[in-house]
C-alpha cells in the first residue's frame, strides 16, 4: 500500500486547512489509517486515526474538538478537516497505517514526505 499526502499550506490561528490522504492499491480500504505530525523540534506524534470501516475514529486529546479524521474508501481518501487552527499545530503532517489500534506512532509502512503545515498567529 502506498499512501500521498496532500492539501497542507499555510493559515492564520484560527483557520481551517484539509488535508488528504490518498491510496493507490484497491486495498486502501482494508486498512486503518492514521494521521501524524512533527511539530519543529520535537518528536512525531499521533493526531488521528479511522478504522478501515469508519466506524471509529480516536483523536490526539490536543486536537479533540477541533479536528475531524473522515473516509471514502472508493475514492481511496482520508481526510483530515482541522478547524481552530492554533500556531502549536505547525508541523509536517503525514498519514499512515498504524501498527496498533492506540496513539502510538509505530506505522506499517516507511514515512513519506508529508505535507507542511504552517500556522501563524
Known amino acids: 500500500v502506498h499512501l500521498t499526502e496532500s492539501g497542507g499550506g499555510l493559515a492564520q490561528a484560527g483557520g481551517s486547512l484539509t488535508l488528504t490522504c490518498t491510496g493507490v492499491e484497491d486495498t486502501f480500504g482494508h486498512y486503518n489509517v492514521g494521521w501524524f505530525r512533527r511539530a519543529p523540534g520535537k518528536e512525531r506524534e499521533f493526531v488521528a486515526a479511522?478504522?478501515?470501516?469508519?466506524?471509529?475514529?480516536k483523536y490526539a486529546d490536543s486536537v479533540l474538538g477541533r479536528f475531524t479524521i473522515s473516509r471514502n474508501n472508493t475514492m481511496r481518501m482520508v481526510g483530515l478537516q482541522m478547524n481552530s487552527l492554533k500556531t502549536e499545530d505547525t508541523g509536517v503532517y503525514f498519514c499512515?497505517?498504524?501498527?496498533?489500534?492506540?496513539?502510538?506512532?509505530?506505522?506499517?509502512?516507511?514515512w513519506g514526505q508529508g505535507t507542511q503545515v504552517t500556522v501563524s498567529p
Open positions: 479511522i478504522t478501515w470501516t469508519g466506524d471509529f475514529i
Open positions: 499512515n497505517i498504524p501498527m496498533t489500534w492506540s496513539t502510538s506512532t509505530a506505522a506499517r509502512l516507511d
